[in-house]
């Protein structure tokens, strides 16, 4: 299950931060399915929970000083599209997450490194391992990184089922 460090390097690349533990990189990579298959690791689920609060709050930050003239509506309309697990799940492809993914055999073979919850989920864990790492700051600007792209479209263009 070890990963190359070809592909960690590749990934830190594609993320705009160089971990100072690899330990930390691998757990947030770490699926829960590994617990089940005898490995000793920690998984990604708490490093995900932390993950999507930075996320919400930077995002939320950087709506507000983007569109500091815009109404709660629209700014939440926008914050809701971004922070979503659909969003999440395409930045995992863009940065091809799921190869580096430390899945378990059967989650391997059933697709998992193309499931949008756990690509999702990944991205979240490797938020949170950042923000652990190097505090908020280097946290926001990895999310800036990876979030620029998704930033300005209208924000009625996706509407979430909570907006709806």
Do not use: W
């Not at 590749?10 to 829960?32: D, P, Q, V």
């Not at 800036?144 to 996706?158: F, G, K």
């Amino acid at each position: 299950m070890a990963r190359k460090p070809v592909e960690l390097k590749a990934l830190e690349k594609a993320i705009g931060y160089t971990f100072k533990s690899r330990e930390l990189m691998e757990r947030a990579l770490t699926h829960a399915s590994v617990r089940g298959s005898g490995a000793p690791r920690a998984d990604n689920e708490r490093l995900e929970f932390v993950g999507d609060r930075v996320l919400g709050l930077a995002i939320a930050e950087v709506l507000s000083k983007a569109f500091p003239d815009a109404r709660e509506g629209e700014l939440a309309a926008r914050y809701n599209r971004l922070v979503r697990g659909q969003t999440c799940a395409a930045v995992g492809r863009q940065i091809d997450v799921g190869k580096s993914l430390i899945l378990s055999d059967s989650e391997a073979d059933s697709g998992g490194r193309e499931k949008d919850t756990i690509l999702a989920d990944a991205v979240e864990a490797l938020l949170g391992a950042v923000f652990l790492e190097s505090g908020f700051d280097k946290a926001r600007a990895v999310v800036l990184h990876l979030c620029n792209y998704h930033m300005y479209p209208s924000p009625m263009a996706a509407r979430d089922a909570k907006s709806e």
